[in-house]
């Protein structure tokens, strides 16, 4: 992670509002791998369905009610198995943090792992966990990654 990036922080939302968290390391230059973790808040700003399987979606992420980034979501829909993958990206001023995630249609459980990212998620690796939220509208995510 370059060190000029300090405290970098990042989110992750599946189809739907929800919220993650997430707390990172100074951007100290290191050879070895630091370990971040992130909750946010996510809302739906915009969502649209590309006919009967797929859904692209737009998300304002925030954090102790600030606006910290937003995310651009596609999923395609498993509907014989009730699930939804997709792929999620957190647009953040430090760079971009990229997920592949699966969301339970029953449970709207979350569950995958990041898979990369830009300028300060360069190279993150992790996972991702999730579910509802304590408000209505709202899922609990937590990302976990390294670089």
């Given at each position: 992670m370059n060190s000029t990036y300090l405290r970098a922080a990042a989110a992750t939302l599946l189809a739907g509002t929800g919220l993650v968290v997430l707390t990172a390391t100074d951007g100290s230059a290191s050879a070895a791998r630091q370990n971040h973790v992130?909750?946010?808040?996510?809302?739906?700003?915009?969502?649209?369905?590309?006919?009967?399987r797929y859904l692209v979606?737009?998300?304002?992420?925030?954090?102790?009610?600030?606006t910290i980034g937003y995310t651009a979501n596609s999923c395609t829909f498993d509907f014989a198995a009730g699930?939804?993958?997709?792929?999620?990206?957190?647009?953040?001023p430090q760079g971009q943090l990229r997920a592949k995630v699966t969301v339970n249609a029953e449970t709207n459980q979350i569950q995958?792992?990041?898979?990369?990212?830009?300028?300060?998620?360069?190279?993150?690796?992790?996972?991702?966990?999730?579910?509802?939220g304590p408000q209505p509208g709202t899922q609990v995510i937590t990302l976990r990654w390294q670089d």
């Amino acid at each position: 992670m370059n060190s000029t990036y300090l405290r970098a922080a990042a989110a992750t939302l599946l189809a739907g509002t929800g919220l993650v968290v997430l707390t990172a390391t100074d951007g100290s230059a290191s050879a070895a791998r630091q370990n971040h973790v992130l909750t946010v808040s996510v809302r739906t700003v915009g969502s649209s369905q590309l006919g009967d399987r797929y859904l692209v979606e737009s998300d304002k992420v925030t954090r102790n009610g600030k606006t910290i980034g937003y995310t651009a979501n596609s999923c395609t829909f498993d509907f014989a198995a009730g699930l939804a993958h997709c792929l999620v990206t957190m647009a953040r001023p430090q760079g971009q943090l990229r997920a592949k995630v699966t969301v339970n249609a029953e449970t709207n459980q979350i569950q995958g792992r990041v898979v990369g990212g830009t300028g300060a998620y360069r190279g993150a690796t992790g996972t991702v966990t999730g579910g509802n939220g304590p408000q209505p509208g709202t899922q609990v995510i937590t990302l976990r990654w390294q670089d």
